[in-house]
């Protein structure tokens, strides 16, 4: 199995503020590489896919960089409904696997 | 608008069979472009894939499970299906059914509220 590993797990930040979250994978995965939101009582919400394309309907505050065994998932400007867990994913092969998570919470 | 809903006892006894159903609405289960995905989360914890199919019936499972998964699809129905037998307590968890993009790239775009299943005697 790909084994995903995020850091921090989690970290507390302020309205406004730039927050990024890294994630790396045990062998190389290409650019499948997903991103996805959880807030408390609900199911994950696609924020970015192949490592880098935002969702339709993502604010653009949020973005995504790396290719191979790295990445990145960037909040440019923290708003007060970005308050959430966040996981990414690999789908380069089966199983598909996430980290762990990240829990982004208010300072 | 897509939509998926979980549906299944929320209790399930030690030793039995969990089973729930994912019924999707506003598209077709038999697209060609997708995967139908079962994901859980036990409370407090990460996600766990447990396994895909496609709407032909081709399955994948995630090996620390295959020995206690079925996943099947009804396309008359639109749904898809989860068996989980032998279920511990270990096994209690949110189950989430989510849309999988067959080709590149790949990722899960639509899910269902999930569904709390607990297993307890």
């Known amino acids: 199995d790909i084994q995903m590993t995020q850091s921090p797990s989690s970290l507390s930040a302020s309205v406004g503020d730039r927050v990024s979250i890294t994630c790396r994978a045990s062998q190389s995965i290409s650019r499948y590489l997903n991103w996805y939101q959880q807030k408390p009582g609900k199911a994950p919400k696609l924020l970015i896919y192949?490592?880098?394309s935002l969702q339709s309907g993502v604010p653009s505050r949020f973005s995504g960089s790396g290719s191979g065994t790295d990445f990145t998932l960037t909040i440019s400007s923290l708003q007060p409904e970005d308050f959430a867990t966040y996981y990414c994913q690999q789908t380069y092969t089966t199983p598909r696997t996430f980290g762990g998570g990240t829990k982004v919470e208010i300072k | 608008h897509l939509q998926l809903q979980e549906s299944g006892p929320g209790l399930v006894k030690p030793s039995e069979t969990l089973s729930l159903t994912c019924t999707v609405s506003g598209g077709s289960i038999s697209s060609s472009s997708y995967y139908w995905d079962w994901i859980r989360q036990p409370p407090g914890k990460g996600l766990e894939w447990i396994g895909s199919i496609y709407y032909s019936g081709s399955t994948y499972y995630n090996p620390s499970l295959k020995s206690r998964v079925t996943i099947s699809v009804d396309t008359s129905k639109n749904q898809f299906s989860l068996k989980l037998s032998s279920v511990t307590a270990a096994d209690t968890a949110v189950y989430y059914c989510?849309?999988?993009?067959?080709?590149?790239?790949?990722?899960?775009?639509?899910w269902g509220q999930g569904t709390l299943v607990t297993v307890s005697s």
């Open positions: 192949a490592a880098s």
């Open positions: 989510a849309r999988e993009l067959l080709e590149w790239p790949r990722n899960f775009d639509y």
